[in-house]
């Protein structure tokens, strides 16, 4: 899976993936079979964090 370069652009993508098709941030990059260390690093950039309890990055 190739995800958007631009950095709010993935963070939309993301968002939503993790609103309507998966359960967890886990689930999600497993599946897409994502690096999720990699991927908070690259939402961390423009100040976005994975929260858990809501399931999303704010």
């Known amino acids: 899976m190739t995800l958007p ?3 709010f ?3 939309s993508y993301v968002n939503t993936q993790l ?3 998966f359960k967890t941030l886990t689930e999600l ?5 994502i690096n ?3 991927l908070k690093d690259r939402l961390n950039i423009i100040h976005y964090e994975y ?3 809501q399931n ?3």
């Not at 990059?29 to 079979?33: F, G, S, T």
């Open 29 to 33: 990059c497993e599946i897409l079979e």
């Open 19 to 21: 609103r309507d098709k």
């Open 51 to 53: 929260i858990p309890d």
């Open 56 to 58: 999303q990055f704010r």
């Open 9 to 11: 652009i993935l963070l």
């Open 36 to 38: 999720e260390q990699d």
């Open 5 to 7: 370069k631009d950095p």
